[in-house]
């Protein structure tokens, strides 16, 4: 079988929130870690690292720590929905805040969490004198974490993009033994779809996104 | 011809700073940035957006300001190669910064330059509150950035993921005419390479880069 096409790929990334607990083989659990090591960094310097927690006696905390966070969480999403908001929009919240609730139940029964660190000493922050939170950091981690994402894609494993975890990361840095000056970026739960796991996106349309030349100017 | 893989996109995309000036057709661009589109966000907010230079009079103004910063950094990045580094290694440096000596004298001859921009009121910085630089804003932009840099691969154009503008954004932000509350993440020179482009990339091995269960554990 010829191998998923890169924009099938990209086109069919979807946030998959409920993971059978069935474990990964080994071999494909290393091809997706190796796409990430793929991703280009500041300098080539790959300032990131993956811990991926298959232990149940690691997982266990983890996956408590991200269940409080998301019980939190959803509370302010849930009553962040608009008055206004169609049916068919508040329909589509509660179905995510749905599979929100699943992931924040099984979220330590997932077969391997990925979680990606980082060393911010190793990087050249060049939006750290702007007068505004800093992203720049990101740049040469969150490429990494698109490239694991797509090869779940391509191995048909379900996954999604967590962040919630980075509001107790000393907690899960004590959990998993991360030594300073390492950080955590995003935690990402691996595994076989329950349902029909990835397909199609509901995504803004480019000309909603992009513009030409100056702000605002149709693409 | 069956669409390039998505293993194989991410294993050949390199940092191709040596870009022709020759323009790319419209609808290739439309590819390229929907791409971005595709990519997973924080809420599925999408929380940024890309301007896509094309005018000669707004890239000459920016490619000044990018080749200013470059001469600088190089400096330091130059000052910086240990003596110690091997033959090899000094003069695959001297390589990248060749390359980088290239892109910052032609920055603005490049045919594209997608600047990606983003909000900060519209994404949840998880990462607020710990005491060191944040990081999860870029995770819901440069997840976009990669989908935008795989689809160049994909097409056969170079292109090469820069942050240096975000030292002189608000200068940025003026010839581009970018309001409050949007800032700037990345700049990304695109167009048809120089010479072979894209190919095989020097990176850390999975051995190097990723954990099992804690930290330090081979996997």
């Known amino acids: 079988m010829a191998e998923l096409g890169a924009y099938e790929a990209m086109r069919t990334l979807r946030a998959v929130r409920r993971l059978r607990p069935n474990p ?16 280009p960094t ?3 310097v790959q300032p990131w690292r993956i811990v991926a927690v298959k232990d ?8 408590k720590l991200y269940n409080d966070r998301w019980i939190n969480y959803s509370k302010v999403y849930r009553a962040g929905i608009p008055a206004t908001a169609s049916p068919e929009a508040r329909a589509r919240a509660e179905r995510t805040l749905k599979a929100g609730d699943y992931l924040g139940e099984h979220f330590h ?11 911010p000493k190793n990087m050249a922050i060049t939006d750290a004198k702007q007068d505004r939170v800093s992203v720049v950091g990101g740049g040469s981690v ?25 509001e107790c990361e ?8 991360i030594p300073d ?11 076989y779809p329950v349902g029909r796991g990835h397909g199609p996106l509901i995504r803004k349309p480019v000309e909603q996104l992009a513009y030409l030349d100056s702000w ?4």
Chains 1, 2 share one sequence.
């Open 181 to 191: 000056p390492w950080y955590t970026a995003a935690a990402i739960p691996i595994g």
């Open 142 to 166: 969150y490429t990494a974490v698109e490239n694991l994402l797509l090869a779940c894609r391509v191995e048909g494993l379900g996954c999604v993009l967590t962040t919630l975890l980075c």
């Open 109 to 119: 029964e997932s077969p391997v969490i990925a979680i990606f660190c980082f060393n």
């Open 24 to 39: 990964i083989p080994d071999d494909m659990l290393h091809r997706v870690l190796e796409a990430a090591t793929w991703a």
């Open 56 to 63: 149940r006696a690691l997982k266990g905390p983890i996956g």
């Open 216 to 219: 605002g100017k149709p693409i």
């Open 42 to 44: 500041g300098g080539n």
């Open 170 to 177: 000393p907690e899960v840095r004590k959990v998993l033994s």
